[in-house]
C-alpha cells in the first residue's frame, strides 16, 4: 500500500456497471520525506477508484494491483488501484511526529 494525495478527479462519459456508488480520484503517490518532512516531492499521477468520499487534497491509501480488484470478490470489475483508506495531511504527520518523540 502507498499514501497519495487527491489532486482531482475523472469524468467519465460512461461507468462500468459493477462501479456504481464509486468514483475515479486522480493522486499523487508520496515519499516518505513528503509524509514525515513535508517535502513537495510526489510520484507519477494514479487513476483510483474510490467509494470513501476522498476529495482534493485528502490522504488516500492506494491499493494496487490484484489486491485493488479484492474488496468485489468474483464480480469482474475494471479497477488496478483503489483508496482504501483516506485521511488527512495534518494527521499524518502528527502521528509521525509522534513516534520520533
Not at 515519499?31 to 513535508?38: D, I, N, R, V
Not at 487534497?57 to 482504501?84: H, M, Q, W, Y
Amino acid at each position: 500500500m502507498r499514501i497519495a494525495e487527491v489532486i482531482g478527479r475523472v469524468t467519465l462519459s460512461r461507468i462500468h456497471p459493477n462501479l456504481k456508488g464509486g468514483r475515479y480520484l486522480l493522486a499523487l503517490p508520496m515519499p516518505l520525506e513528503a509524509l514525515t518532512e513535508g517535502s513537495a516531492r510526489r510520484g507519477e499521477e494514479v487513476v483510483a477508484f474510490d467509494q470513501l468520499g476522498a476529495g482534493p487534497g485528502s490522504l488516500i491509501g492506494l491499493s494496487e494491483g490484484r489486491e485493488a480488484a479484492n474488496p468485489f470478490g468474483k464480480v469482474k470489475t475494471p479497477v488496478d488501484a483503489l483508496a482504501c483508506w483516506t485521511g488527512s495531511a495534518s494527521r499524518a504527520r502528527d502521528k509521525s511526529n509522534q513516534r520520533d518523540t
